[in-house]
């Protein structure tokens, strides 16, 4: 009787000492969803809502009358991308996007203009090293176990079925989610001051990741001349042109001289 209360006393001592942390637990966010760019058609319908927003913040501001020039930038706001710079994705959203401000009757240049407003963009690709699982729906154990439970009656092999099915569709709800993510950020500037300012968070693919990627800047190859014609170099495997021969004395005749390799044994 002694030994038990021992026990339990020790079991006790180190359930307290567990929690006694140093610091704070961490602990995930409540369930929430993010939609997943998986197709064009995502993209057209971001680019739909983003000139709904940029219209009904121009009638706001009393800017609905100013010409606009969609402007795509690479790193920074303030510096747009070069030639050959964009990626996929830059380039059919920035096409997307005039597309749907003209729909709405926004005056929209083809051509950078003094006095008018600039729509910059630019898309941030982000990577996450470790693997992300999705939290369960809430409700959706209570709701699995309550179909278990009601089959508390039913045959043996009946309540083991419904308990995988059970099973399986929790495992579907965690599973483990994708390493990339894209933030697209737009904004509208006046004067040093932002009149519109968005930034929309997707999953997208991982193997669909280069898509948001900028390209590299083309480097230019400059060729320097010494004026003078290099020698190649020369091959070791090829065949060596053949010596010039000794001259033949009158009384013993040169010994012939093959540029080859010597015949080897098969």
């Given at each position: 009787?002694?030994?038990?209360?021992l026990l339990?006393?020790?079991?006790?001592?180190?359930y307290?000492g567990?929690?006694?942390?140093?610091?704070p637990?961490?602990v995930?966010?409540?369930?929430?969803?993010?939609?997943?760019?998986?197709?064009?058609?995502?993209?057209?319908?971001?680019?739909?809502?983003?000139?709904?927003?940029?219209?009904?913040?121009l009638?706001i501001?009393?800017?609905?009358?100013?010409?606009?020039?969609?402007?795509e930038?690479?790193?920074n706001?303030?510096v747009?991308c070069?030639?050959?710079?964009t990626?996929?994705?830059?380039e059919a959203f920035?096409?997307?996007?005039?597309?749907?401000?003209?729909d709405?009757g926004i005056?929209?240049?083809?051509?950078?203009?003094?006095?008018?407003?600039?729509?910059?963009?630019?898309?941030?690709?982000v990577?996450?090293?470790?693997?992300?699982?999705r939290?369960l729906?809430?409700?959706?154990?209570?709701?699995?176990?309550a179909?278990?439970v009601?089959?508390r009656?039913?045959?043996?092999?009946?309540v083991?079925m419904?308990?995988?099915?059970?099973?399986d569709?929790?495992?579907?709800?965690l599973v483990?989610?994708?390493?990339y993510?894209v933030?697209?950020?737009t904004?509208i500037?006046?004067?040093?001051k932002y009149?519109?300012?968005?930034?929309?968070?997707?999953?997208?693919?991982?193997?669909?990741?280069?898509?948001?990627?900028?390209?590299?800047?083309?480097?230019?190859?400059?060729?320097?001349?010494?004026?003078?014609?290099?020698t190649?170099?020369?091959?070791?495997q090829?065949?060596?042109?053949?010596?010039?021969?000794?001259?033949?004395s009158?009384?013993?005749?040169?010994p012939?001289?093959?540029?080859?390799?010597?015949?080897?044994?098969?």
């Open positions: 009787m002694l030994s038990s209360r339990t006393i020790f079991f006790l001592l180190l307290i567990g929690c006694a942390g140093t610091i637990e961490p995930s966010y409540p369930y929430s969803q993010q939609n997943k760019m998986q197709a064009s058609h995502h993209w057209e319908v971001l680019a739909a809502d983003l000139a709904n927003r940029i219209n009904n913040q009638i501001t009393d800017n609905i009358d100013k010409a606009v020039f969609v402007k930038t690479c790193g706001e303030a747009p070069g030639e050959g710079e990626g996929s994705f830059n920035r096409d997307l996007l005039i597309t749907y401000l003209v709405f005056p929209t240049r083809n051509e950078k203009e003094a006095g008018i407003l600039d729509i910059n963009y630019k898309v941030q690709v990577r996450h090293n470790a693997d992300r699982r939290s729906q809430p409700g959706l154990l209570s709701t699995l176990s179909a278990v009601v089959l009656d039913a045959p043996s092999n009946l083991i419904a308990a995988g099915a059970a099973a569709v929790a495992n579907s709800s483990v989610n994708g390493h993510e933030i697209i950020t904004s500037v006046k004067k040093q009149l519109f300012r968005s930034s929309d968070i997707y999953y997208i693919n991982d193997k669909d990741f280069w898509h948001y990627l900028n390209r590299m800047p083309q480097t230019k190859t400059i060729k320097v001349s010494t004026g003078k014609k290099p190649p170099a020369a091959d070791p090829a065949p060596q042109a053949p010596k010039a021969m000794p001259e033949a009158v009384s013993e005749p040169a012939l001289q093959f540029p080859f390799d010597e015949p080897k044994d098969v």
